[in-house]
Nanobody
Framework: QVQLVESGGGLVQPGGSLRLSCAASGSIFRLNAMGWYRQAPGKERELVVLISRDGTTNYADSVKGRFIISRDNAKNTVYLQMNTLKPEDTAVYYC??????????????WGQGTQVTVSS
């Protein structure tokens, strides 16, 4: 079994910052690409940013220059530093990872989500 556990969400004022973390645990043979998605009320889940195992990143245009993704492969953890937050960043943020559980088996896993609310 594999688990992704997110932390770091909360309430912040516009212009503020938050840092999200997502730790993977369980039967991990190899942790491949990781990413963050978000879902605002009444909207579909959307990609925020992806990071490959070697550190290549792909940001949504809406967060470029404000959000920074990083990962620590030794800790099986991915981080999302969110700066200059806007009310439209309010959403539940989900961690996603492509994980190989053996040489022959792999799949995509989701965290439980963490709420980020940007409001004055």
């Amino acid at each position: 079994q594999v688990q992704l556990v997110e932390s770091g969400g909360g309430l912040v004022q516009p212009g503020g910052s938050l840092r999200l973390s997502c730790a993977a645990s369980g039967s991990i043979f190899r942790l491949n690409a990781m990413g963050w998605y978000r879902q605002a009320p009444g909207k579909e889940r959307e990609l925020v940013v992806l990071i490959s195992r070697d550190g290549t990143t792909n940001y949504a245009d809406s967060v470029k220059g404000r959000f920074i993704i990083s990962r620590d492969n030794a800790k099986n953890t991915v981080y999302l530093q969110m700066n200059t937050l806007k009310p439209e960043d309010t959403a539940v943020y989900y961690c996603n990872a492509h994980i190989a559980t053996s040489y022959f088996a792999s799949g995509y896993y989701w965290g439980q989500g963490t709420q980020v609310t940007v409001s004055s």
